[in-house]
Structures are given as C-alpha cells and as structure tokens.
C-alpha cells in the first residue's frame, strides 16, 4: 500500500521534495491542494510540474477507501455511507445536515469494538482493528468531496463545520491515531474545524480523559454514561466493570478543572431498563456535583436485540425529573435513525455471512 501524502509533517515534505530535486516552496502548494475538498488525485494539482506530480503519484496516495453503500440523500438530514477500507474492512461515516448550511460529520475509529456494550451493534462482532491516521482523516476528506459536489450552488456557507466522533469503535482505545488525524482536521491551515466543534464521545476511559484534559485546545467530551449505578451500569456496559462509574466522573471532573469546559453525559433511554423515576433519581444524586449537559438519547433499534425504546410519555417524565432537580437536559433523537437504525448495523449486513 502506498504511502499517504496527509501523514508526512511539514519537513518531511521539503526533504522529500528537496532529494527529488524539487524547491521546498512546493510543500506549502502540496498541502494546500491535498485538502482542497475533490482534489483525489495528483494530477489535479494544477501548478505543480507534470514529473513532480508524477513522482507524487508513484508514491504516495490521497485516497484509500472507497464508497460501498450510500444511503439518504443531500436532501435528507442524514446521508450514511459504508467505506471500503484497503484491507477490504468496512466503516459507516455519516453526515449531517441542518438549515444553517452547516454539515456534521460523524466519524468511526476503528473496525468493530472492543466495549461490547449490550445495547450496541458496533461491537457484536468484537474488535477487529484500529484504524490509522489516515483512515480517520480520509472520512473528513470523503464527505468534504461529496458537500462540494452535492451542494455546489447552495453558496459558500456550506462546509463541514463541526464533527462527532461517535462512529463505530472507541476513540480513547486508539487516541494516537485520532488525535494525530484531528490535528490536521483542526488546524487552520488543515480542515479548520475548530477543536470546540469536534466532540469525542468515550465510553469512558479515565486515562484518556485526563489525557484529553492536557491538550492545548481542548476538543468536547462527552461519556456516554446509560446507567445511574454501578451495578446498572456493569450489565450495560461491560468496561464499567474493570473502572467503576466514579473513576470516570474523577476523570471527568479532572477535564472540566483543566479546560473549563462542561462534559456532556449521553444517556440512552431503554424501555424498562434504564428509564424509570428511580433511575432519573439516582442519576440526578450522581451528577448533582458535575457540571454536566445531560443527552438523553431515546434507544435506537438494534435488529437481533430485545430493547425497545422508552414511550415518549415515559421519556418526558424523566426529563422532567431531571429538570425539577436543577440538571440540564436535552432529548436527542439521533437523526440518520430511519438509515439502517443504530451506528454498526450497517456494516453487519454487509459481513460475508
Ligand atoms: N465508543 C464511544 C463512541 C461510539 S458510540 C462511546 O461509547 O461513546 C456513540 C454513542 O452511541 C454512544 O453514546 C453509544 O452508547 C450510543 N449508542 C450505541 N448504540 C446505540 C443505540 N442502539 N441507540 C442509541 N444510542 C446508541
């Protein structure tokens, strides 16, 4: 496999450059093009010489994957694509789009899960994989290319500006390759998605955390929680058994001191499992200390799984319960839920049987 052009730091450019005999002026045009949304190829790369944008060619690559499935349209809120990765494993991305012109891209990090969360299809199969810097990025670069071809004429507000990293696999289990990705998805000169509107979303790694907490420009966090006890929480989600709720809420506390910034708790409401007034008690005496944006997340369906999604009576009453005791709430409904439901299921269908 070749080479890609994106993990190759600045010097590393001009001495490429310079040993095959070309100025180191060419790096800052390089770069500039290689992020260009719908730029694929070396040849398109208008002022670099035909040999230099040859030798380029040889050896190194702007894409690796390739587009398997689309579903919805630019039309829709939500567009989900299933990636081709080189290996032939694959990956969903999804975009999302609001009014404002504005797009959001939500993006995996690696083939399958290691968390096996029992509510989650990503992880049904385990963990096959983490994917690279490259492969991170390239889903960046993907919707990029496919907003500026489906909304061309819609004007110039129309770019990726913000980015979830909610896709499959858990970000802080390969935290290197993500954060070397995001680096350039964040920097001005790069995608310039400014690191307050990238959200890594963790099933809650305290050590990942407080690493978080240490960078510069701190990117948003949030944890997805699901139960308000220990013991909820080990049947939900089996890494809670190896850390405890409250090693995560320290860490969490640890980013909040650090940054300034508050964490959001994701909360997925399941019928009869998570969802009654106890629960919404009890989160409420867990949190009363943090200072946390609660996401209440109504379950979506996961073929093969018994879980059903709360009524939205029963949804209302939680919220409100939450509300009477000061935390903030907001319900989310996940939008791409009518495009093969939940994040991994899509993925799923397309395993050779
Ligand atoms: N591993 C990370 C990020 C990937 S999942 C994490 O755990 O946060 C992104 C979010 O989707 C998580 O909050 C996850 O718990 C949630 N999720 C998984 N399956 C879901 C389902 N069927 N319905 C609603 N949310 C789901």
């Known amino acids: 496999m070749k080479k890609s052009i994106y993990e190759l730091s600045a010097e590393e450019k001009i001495s490429w450059l310079k040993s095959h005999g070309h100025p180191s002026f060419r790096a800052t045009q390089l770069s500039q093009w290689a992020l260009k949304p719908g730029i694929t190829?070396?040849?398109?790369?208008?002022?670099?010489?035909?040999?230099?944008?040859?030798?380029?060619?040889?050896?190194?690559?702007?894409?690796?994957?390739?587009?398997?499935?689309?579903?919805?349209s630019p039309d829709d809120s939500a567009e989900k694509f299933l990636?081709?990765?080189?290996?032939?494993?694959?990956i969903e991305t999804v975009l999302l789009h609001n009014d404002k012109g504005e797009h959001t891209v939500c993006v995996s990090t690696q083939v399958g899960c290691?968390?096996?969360?029992?509510?989650?299809?990503?992880?049904?199969?385990?963990?096959?994989?983490?994917?690279s810097a490259h492969e991170i990025l390239e889903q960046f670069l993907f919707v990029a290319?496919?907003?500026?071809?489906?909304?061309q004429s819609?004007?110039?507000?129309?770019?990726?500006?913000?980015?979830v990293i909610m896709g499959m696999g858990e970000p802080l289990a390969n935290l290197p390759n993500l954060l070397a990705a995001l680096?350039?998805?964040?920097?001005?000169?790069?995608?310039?998605?400014?690191?307050?509107?990238?959200?890594?979303?963790?099933?809650?790694?305290?050590?990942?955390?407080?690493?978080?907490?240490t960078i510069k420009h701190p990117y948003h966090l949030a944890i997805s929680l699901h139960a308000p006890s220990d013991s909820l929480r080990n049947e939900l989600m089996p890494i809670n058994r190896k850390y405890g709720i409250h090693s995560v809420l320290d860490a969490a506390t640890y980013y909040f001191h650090q940054t300034g910034r508050r964490v959001t708790y994701e909360y997925i409401l399941i019928a009869d499992v998570n969802?009654?007034?106890?629960?919404?008690?009890?989160?409420?005496?867990l949190l009363k200390n943090q200072n946390a944006l609660i996401n209440l997340i109504p379950f979506n369906p996961v073929e093969s799984l018994d879980f059903r999604s709360p009524s939205q009576e029963r949804i209302a009453q939680f919220s409100e319960i939450l509300k009477e005791n000061g935390l903030s709430s907001v319900i989310r409904h996940r939008k791409g839920e009518k495009l093969e439901a939940a994040c991994g299921q899509l993925r799923l269908h397309h395993l050779p049987k």
């Open 145 to 151: 290319d496919h907003i500026s071809v489906t909304h």
């Open 41 to 72: 190829s070396f040849q398109q790369m208008k002022n670099l010489p035909t040999p230099l944008r040859q030798q380029l060619e040889a050896e190194f690559c702007l894409r690796n994957t390739q587009m398997v499935t689309h579903l919805g």
């Open 183 to 213: 680096k350039i998805v964040s920097a001005k000169d790069g995608l310039g998605i400014s690191a307050r509107k990238i959200t890594i979303s963790t099933a809650g790694l305290p050590d990942g955390i407080r690493l978080l907490a």
């Open 83 to 90: 990636l081709r990765l080189s290996d032939g494993s694959c």
């Open 275 to 285: 969802d009654s007034k106890i629960h919404a008690r009890q989160l409420c005496s």
């Open 114 to 131: 290691a968390m096996k969360c029992v509510f989650c299809a990503s992880g049904m199969n385990g963990l096959v994989r983490n994917l």
């Open 154 to 163: 819609a004007g110039t507000a129309n770019r990726l500006s913000h980015a």
